[in-house]
């Protein structure tokens, strides 16, 4: 967004448009509505963030169709700032149009249809737009699809795609961490940060011309949970699935164990509140990979993300866990979820 929303226009329902595009490959966001259309059928990754604060309370929802698959919250206090991130995994994402066809008026009655219901007669997932909106879920049935439709007319005249090659290729990957805090007299305005701790740099790893198999999986817990039970050490069992694709995420226990070796990306994030403190790990088999904190505020209610890349062999456990650092309640509700998402690059 190139400007700040102002609270008369951050209702409930609110769509946010993201009107400053720095990438598009393949046209499928719309910068005029903040719609992403499909333009080809995959499993995607959607990661988005917002920032509000002095006192301001915000949910934040990742809507695919018109379900909700994430949601993230902010409650912060007076004079304070807070950035919540989210992330969702999605599979069985079914392209608008389909392969070498030209959209029509036909296709554009065709696709207002589909947003009216989430299953074509086939029984697949029909999902055409991703998008973050303001607050509680809304429906779609109630949106201006006409809106939608001439902006998608205007688009795919300009489609452009991004070609991969057959031949073998790279793939370029890092993860780094600041090994030591950085005082206040050198975190100066302009100070370029220093990642010294390096734990994964691939500066060239070939693809072999046949892929292995897709792995991809985003699940959340489904309810609170106490701060008796969020103690030092506890796994967090994220039981809510979404997606699994290689069934490597264990919704029983919390723990993902990679079905296949590769580098992978790691997002988690945990939501708490109220006076709360805590420190969440994301763990490979007994090691350390990635650490978050969020220390809060009596009524505020931050949301805390962690990243991690990482190459992990088959059969290694990931996991996230509370560290020392952990007390109070961990929230996973209608108003944010706490979550678990990860897929191989290569």
């Known amino acids: 967004m190139s400007a700040n929303l102002p609270s008369d226009v951050a209702a409930p329902h609110h769509v946010l448009i993201f009107d400053h595009v720095r990438t598009n490959i393949g046209n499928g966001y719309h910068s005029s509505t903040g719609v992403f259309i499909v333009p080809e059928t995959g499993v995607y990754v959607f990661i988005w963030s917002f920032r509000n604060g002095d006192d301001g309370a915000h949910s934040s929802q990742l809507m695919i169709n018109s379900e909700e698959w994430g949601i993230t919250h902010s409650n912060t206090a007076v004079n304070a700032w807070s950035q919540s991130t989210g992330c969702v995994v999605a599979h069985h994402v079914v392209s608008a149009v389909s392969p070498n ?5 036909n296709h554009m009655h065709e696709k207002e249809e589909s947003l009216k219901s989430k299953e074509d007669p086939s029984g697949e997932v029909n999902v055409t737009d991703a998008f973050p909106t303001n607050d509680v879920p809304g429906n779609l049935e109630n949106k201006d699809v006409s809106i ?3 902006t998608q007319q205007e688009e795919f005249g300009r489609k452009e795609r991004l070609l991969i090659p057959e031949t073998q290729g790279a793939v370029v990957a890092f993860y780094a961490y600041m090994s030591s805090d950085l005082p206040s007299n050198v975190a100066t305005p302009h100070h370029v940060l220093i990642f010294d701790h390096v734990r994964t740099n691939i500066e060239r790893l070939l693809i072999p011309e046949v892929p292995g198999a897709l792995v991809a999986f985003y699940a959340y817990m489904s309810a609170n949970l106490p701060s008796n039970v969020a103690t030092p050490h506890h796994v967090l069992i994220f039981d809510h699935v979404r ?3 290689g069934n490597g995420h264990h919704p029983s226990t919390g723990v993902f164990i990679a079905p296949e070796a590769g580098v992978y990306v790691f997002i988690w994030t945990f939501r708490n509140g109220n006076g709360g403190i805590h420190s969440t790990q994301l763990m490979i088999n007994s090691e350390e990979w990635g650490m978050t904190h969020s220390h809060t505020l009596t009524n505020s209610f931050p949301q805390s993300t962690g990243c991690v ?3 992990v062999n088959k059969g290694d456990d990931v996991f996230v866990k509370t560290s020392d650092s952990s007390s109070g309640n961990i929230y996973s509700d209608s108003y944010g979820k706490t979550s678990f998402s ?3 690059i290569n």
Do not use: F
């Not at 066809?101 to 008026?105: E, I, L, M």
């Open 101 to 105: 066809q030209k959209p029509s008026n």
């Open 148 to 150: 939608l439709k001439s």
């Open 243 to 245: 997606t699994n694709i």
């Open 309 to 311: 890349v990482a190459h």
């Open 342 to 344: 990860g897929w191989k």
